[in-house]
């Protein structure tokens, strides 16, 4: 008498030469899993978050700079800026309408990576414009975020968006 006609387990699913082709499926999902989840953690961990710096304290001030922005616009504050492509990184161009600001800086970004976050101050020329020269270390994307801070404590903002070449081109 043979064995699979003695055990019925072996006569009702297995095959006839005894592979049984399951097991080798669990493992090749398993092994797939795995290869995907170490092939998300080298990604996540080469790269950086974009989080703020610290986002208790952005959280603090916000309705703070939100109600500032809201008394420059019911004033009729506004705030013109533009960026030029320089040699060494970006020209900055600021133009206020309806007040006289106490300060003007930029704040340099690099969205992409972090170590590069800069804030200057531009300097008021004769024709009122606040001018200045915003040093990109490195080519590609930056964003330039324009704050003036007026007397009366509104505050107007804008963000430029600025694409550096070596070269000096710019969109």
Not at 19 to 28: G, M, T, V
Not at 64 to 89: F, N, P
Request: glycine share 10%.
């Amino acid at each position: 008498m043979a064995m699979a006609d003695r055990d019925p387990l072996l006569s009702s699913g297995s095959s006839q030469n005894g592979f049984e082709p399951w097991p080798w499926a669990l493992a090749a999902l398993l092994a797939v899993m795995i290869g995907c989840s170490l092939s998300l953690w080298v990604i996540a961990s080469s790269y950086p978050d974009g989080l703020v710096g610290d986002a208790w304290e952005a959280g603090l001030t916000y309705n703070d700079d939100l109600a500032a922005r809201l008394d420059a616009r019911a004033l009729g504050m506004s705030l013109e800026a533009s960026s030029t492509a320089t040699a060494g990184g970006a020209g900055v161009a600021v133009v206020l309408m309806g007040s006289a600001a106490e300060t003007v800086t930029v704040a340099r970004i690099r969205p992409a990576e972090s170590g590069y976050d800069e804030t200057f101050e531009l300097e008021l020329d004769k024709a009122g414009v606040w001018r200045g020269e915003v040093p990109l270390p490195r080519a590609g994307r930056w964003q330039l975020e324009v704050r003036a801070r007026l007397a009366s404590g509104a505050k107007l903002e804008r963000t430029l968006k600025h694409w550096h070449h070596p070269t000096g081109s710019h969109r």
